[in-house]
T-cell receptor, first 116, second 113 residues
């Protein structure tokens, strides 16, 4: 159990386009999902916390207009990188809390974004 | 300022060796500590620890938490090349940031055949 999927697993796009990444909890309901970014040889950097049915909470320094997060259902959260630029190229990972009362987060397999 | 410090940052051993990875923390309103293994992709969950002195075990891996001294260790016995990965320690705080993971930098473990 506790499987989280992400789609797509990798994407290449041109500068200026928008890219949407989906994160789904497959076998449990996730009231809270988290979006991370990871640069090579660095640890995960939390971008935002997404609660179902409410606005996401962004970490300091993360542009909410650039990284749009929607958590419309208990099993799906999306991250849209708007007007992507080469510096947005990174590994984006989502995670989902395994339900109320548990602190365990289960991670998706990640999405490698390359902006040309 | 909250801190999660892992040591060593990297470790190279031979198959069959036993390793101990350390994680110390200074976090207000501590709630739990989690260990993850990250290979090429995203982290996979290993253990969640909330109580002091109770060892969690899964095969060759085990972990324990000391809430008085504010640290945890992850032990791997009889290491195999498949154990090569980055091991991440993360702490969860209670309160308004409930659920958020505060990560250490990780320990890069390399197991040679």
């Amino acid at each position: 159990g506790a499987v989280v999927s992400q789609h797509p697993s990798w994407v290449i796009c041109k500068s200026g386009t928008s890219v949407k990444i989906e994160c789904r909890s497959l076998d449990f309901q996730a009231t809270t999902m988290f979006w991370y970014r990871q640069f090579p040889k660095q640890s995960l950097m939390l971008m935002a916390t997404s609660n179902e049915g409410s606005k996401a909470t962004y970490e300091q320094g993360v542009e909410k207009d650039k990284f749009l997060i929607n958590h419309a259902s208990l099993t799906l959260s999306t991250l849209t990188v708007t007007s992507a630029h080469p510096e947005d190229s990174s590994f984006y990972i989502c995670s989902a809390r395994g339900g109320p009362g548990t602190d365990t987060q289960y991670f998706g397999p990640g999405t490698r974004l390359t902006v040309l | 300022e909250d801190k999660v410090v892992q040591s060593p940052l990297s470790l190279v051993v031979h198959e069959g060796d036993t390793v101990t990875l350390n994680c110390s923390y200074e976090v207000t309103n501590f709630r739990s500590l989690l260990w993850y293994k990250q290979e090429k992709k995203a982290p996979t969950f290993l253990f969640m620890l909330t109580s002091s002195g109770i060892e969690k075990k899964s095969g060759r891996l085990s972990s324990i938490l000391d809430k008085k001294e504010l640290f945890s260790i992850l032990n791997i016995t009889a290491t195999q090349t498949g154990d090569s990965a980055i091991y991440l320690c993360a702490v969860v705080r209670g309160g308004s940031t409930l659920g958020r993971l505060y990560f250490g930098r990780g320990t890069q473990l390399t197991v040679w055949p």
